[in-house]
């Protein structure tokens, strides 16, 4: 089956740096996109950041282009999100997911989830 | 904010319908599929609906989706109290090589 399973979260300072892990099992890795999304304390989903099945192309939201990096490690079924120059409204939970069809976006599995904190 | 609006909570009783509406615009709901997604408090979100209208396997026929022009819409039937969730509508858009997710409506059983 399916397992997304989310690591590296943690408190850090602002203007800090974290990557996040994400380990993928239970399908062919290197054939779907994937995505980052992430949701603050009480707050609606938000999408981070997509990388291509290909890892040719990768897609930024504008609250974090220039300062996350989305990529993938085909021969570890991981996907990261490097994340610097943190700041106090990227404090949120961040979840992985998979697009359900290769070039059609839409997340279909979800990880657990892992919290970043950025506080001083 | 979101391009896709929602509304913020809907409520009604054990066995009613409620009927949850996503709005958007050409570039997003009017050129690519929509999808569906249901969060308990504490959970990750998981898919109810993708391609405005087809339910992954184990998702129960009281859950159905449908589009019209730039909206979407999701439809619970028989509602539960195991239905009380946050919904959101989720979308690419094409122009702005962004994907969307709707506002969020907060789904109460009376």
């Known amino acids: 089956q399916v397992q997304l399973v989310e690591s590296g979260g943690g408190v850090v300072q602002p203007g800090g740096s974290l990557r996040l892990s994400c380990a993928a099992s239970?399908?062919?890795?290197?054939?779907?996109?994937m995505h980052w999304v992430r949701q603050a304390p009480g707050k609606g989903l938000e999408w981070v950041a997509f990388i291509w099945y290909d890892g040719n192309n990768n897609d930024y939201a504008d609250s974090v282009k220039g300062r996350f990096t989305i990529s993938r490690d085909i021969s570890k079924n991981t996907l990261y999100l490097q994340m610097n120059s943190l700041r106090a409204e990227d404090t949120a939970v961040y979840f992985c997911a998979r697009e359900y069809r290769s070039g059609f976006f839409d997340p279909d599995y979800w990880g657990q989830g892992t919290l970043v904190t950025v506080s001083s | 904010q979101s391009v896709l609006t929602q509304p913020p909570s809907l409520s009604a009783a054990a066995g009613q319908k409620v009927t949850i509406s996503c709005s958007g615009g050409s570039s997003n709901i009017g050129s690519n599929y929509v999808s569906w997604y249901q969060q308990l408090p504490g959970t990750a979100p998981k898919l109810l609906i993708y391609e405005f209208t087809k339910r992954p396997s184990g998702i129960p026929d009281r859950f159905s989706g449908s589009k019209s022009g730039t909206s979407a819409t999701l439809a619970i039937t028989g509602l539960q109290t195991g239905d009380e969730a946050d919904y959101y509508c989720g979308t690419w858009d094409s122009i702005l090589k962004i994907y969307f997710f709707g506002s969020g409506t907060r789904v109460t059983v009376l």
């Open positions: 239970g399908f062919a890795f290197s054939r779907y996109g």
